[in-house]
C-alpha cells in the first residue's frame, strides 16, 4: 500500500486499485482520473473532501463503487457532480454505486448528481440537507433513513426493480411530482397515502402515469 499526490488529491494505492483519500488543496473544479499510475480509481474515502469550501464543481470517473461517508459533508459550495464515460477495458461498465452515510449532507447548493444508468444504494442521510438538488442521476436500489430529508427542489426519483419505501422517505420531499418504479416495489401505507394526496405522478414501467394507485396491485405492495 503507497501514498501518491497528484493535482492536490491524495490516493491510497493498493493491489492495483486506488481510493481518493484527502482533497489537500482548494480545489474550484476538479476532475479526478479514472486510472492512477495503472491503478483504476474505485472510491472515495470517508471525508476525503469535508468541508471544502471553494469546491464547485467536481467530475468523477465512472469507475467509481463507492463515495464513503462524510466523503462531501458541508461542501456548501458545490454544485455539479457529475460522473464522466471511461474507456478502460477491464471496468465493468454495470457496476453498482455505493453512497454513505451523510456523503452529501450540508452540501445546500448541490443542483445536480448525473450518472449513467446505475443502481443506486443510498445510505442514511445522504443527501440531507440538499436543498437545490433538482434529480439524481441512476436507478435507487436501496435507501435508508433520513437520506431526501429537506430535499426541497427534489421533482422525481427512478427506483431499481424491488426497492422498499417508507415513511422517512417519500413524505419529507416536498416538492416531488413523479416517481418512477422499474417493475416492483414495496410502500408502505403512509407513502402510498402521501403520493395519492400531493397527486404524483407513479409511472410504472410505463410511458403514461397512473391514474389510480390501486392499479398497482401486482406490482406494489403496501406495507
Not at 482548494?26 to 479514472?34: E, H, S
Not at 467536481?58 to 463503487?65: R, S
Amino acid at each position: 500500500m503507497t501514498t501518491h499526490y497528484q493535482d492536490g488529491v491524495s490516493y491510497i494505492l493498493d493491489s492495483g486499485l486506488a481510493v481518493v483519500h484527502e482533497c489537500l488543496g482548494q480545489p474550484i473544479v476538479l476532475t479526478i482520473p479514472p486510472e492512477i499510475n495503472g491503478h483504476l480509481v474505485i472510491g472515495i474515502d470517508n471525508g476525503a473532501f469535508a468541508n471544502n469550501k471553494s469546491l464547485n464543481r467536481i467530475f468523477l470517473p465512472d469507475t467509481i463503487q463507492e463515495i464513503g461517508e462524510t466523503a462531501f459533508l458541508n461542501c456548501v459550495n458545490l454544485i455539479d457532480v457529475v460522473f464522466m464515460v471511461t474507456q478502460i477495458p477491464k471496468h465493468n461498465k454495470k457496476i453498482d454505486l455505493k453512497i454513505g452515510d451523510s456523503a452529501f449532507f450540508g452540501c445546500k447548493n448541490l443542483r445536480t448528481f448525473a450518472t449513467q444508468k446505475r443502481d443506486l444504494f443510498l445510505e442514511a442521510d445522504a443527501f440531507r440537507t440538499c436543498e437545490k438538488l433538482v434529480a439524481i442521476g441512476g436507478r435507487i436500489k436501496t435507501v435508508s433513513g433520513f437520506c431526501f430529508y429537506q430535499c426541497h427542489s427534489l421533482q422525481s426519483l427512478y427506483f431499481a426493480n424491488g426497492i422498499q419505501l417508507d415513511s422517512v422517505h417519500i413524505p419529507w420531499i416536498f416538492s416531488l411530482t413523479e416517481l418512477h418504479f422499474l417493475k416492483k416495489a414495496t410502500i408502505d401505507k403512509d407513502s402510498l397515502e402521501y403520493i395519492s394526496r400531493k397527486n404524483i405522478k407513479v409511472y410504472c414501467n410505463k410511458t403514461s402515469p397512473l391514474v389510480d394507485l390501486s392499479y398497482l396491485g401486482y406490482n406494489i405492495q403496501t406495507i
